[in-house]
């Protein structure tokens, strides 16, 4: 098992920046893909960054290239999700996920565990 924690959502304008974590606790996180997504109210749950077990590869949706960064430290047990230039369309629940093995998964139901989840709004 392995349990994820999200923190750093809040709200901010839109153009400002957030920075999310995800402690994770249990199984050794180095040997663990992991992945943001976002879920708006109404909507399904939709992919935005993942990272390799090393964080040797990451991956994006479009929507997001150029202006979110995901990274991990796996001395921390800790991945990270910097978002840039918020846009009001933004706002959601951020979930963090974990699944194990190599390379990166963008798809829900390619993870395995999941936070609980952190909301983040972007005001106009």
């Known amino acids: 098992q392995v349990q994820l924690v999200e923190s750093g959502g809040g709200l901010v304008q839109a153009g400002g920046s957030l920075r999310l974590s995800c402690a994770a606790s249990?199984?050794?996180?180095?040997?663990?893909?992991m992945g943001w997504f976002r879920q708006a109210p109404g909507k399904e749950r939709e992919f935005v960054a993942s990272?390799?077990?090393?964080?040797?590869?990451?991956y994006y949706a479009d929507s997001v290239k150029g202006r979110f960064t995901i990274s991990r430290d796996n001395a921390k047990n800790t991945v990270y999700l910097q978002m840039n230039s918020l846009k009001p369309e933004e706002t959601a629940v951020y979930y963090c996920a974990a699944r194990s093995g190599g390379g990166y998964y963008i798809t829900v139901a390619s993870y395995d565990y999941w936070g609980q989840g952190t909301q983040v709004t972007v005001s106009s």
């Open positions: 990272v390799s077990w090393g964080g040797g590869s990451t």
């Open positions: 249990g199984r050794t996180f180095s040997h663990y893909a």
